[in-house]
């Protein structure tokens, strides 16, 4: 298994995910709390970017019909997401936020 830099320390915020695709897998970055979270960027049950959505402490809201899925471990929370979302193992090296490829 390999890692990949995918963002910098500074373009992730609570407020302010970020979006990247790596392998053809369109993943969200996600700072909650002293964390850095990767999980599905589009929706499951339409497609709607995460990143773009609404980020309420440890949950992300669908923009476009309102399911909540927790952040760090990706579960449906409420809403019609129709299943939880993928989550990538992260780490920080340096000023790099890495992605574990598998």
């Not at 500074?10 to 407020?15: H, I, L």
């Not at 002293?34 to 497609?47: E, L, N, T």
């Amino acid at each position: 298994m390999s890692w990949v830099s995918v963002c910098k320390v500074g373009q992730v915020s609570e407020d302010s995910p970020f979006s990247v695709k790596v392998q053809d897998k369109a993943l969200g970055v996600f700072k909650v709390e002293d964390g850095f979270y990767a999980i599905d960027d589009i929706c499951p049950h339409a497609y709607a970017l995460l990143t773009q959505g609404f980020v309420e402490g440890r949950t992300v809201e669908c923009p476009l019909h309102e399911a909540i899925f927790d952040i760090p471990t990706g579960k449906l929370e409420s809403g019609p997401g129709c299943r939880n979302l993928n989550t990538y193992p992260l780490r920080v090296e340096g000023d790099d936020i890495q992605l574990q490829l598998v």
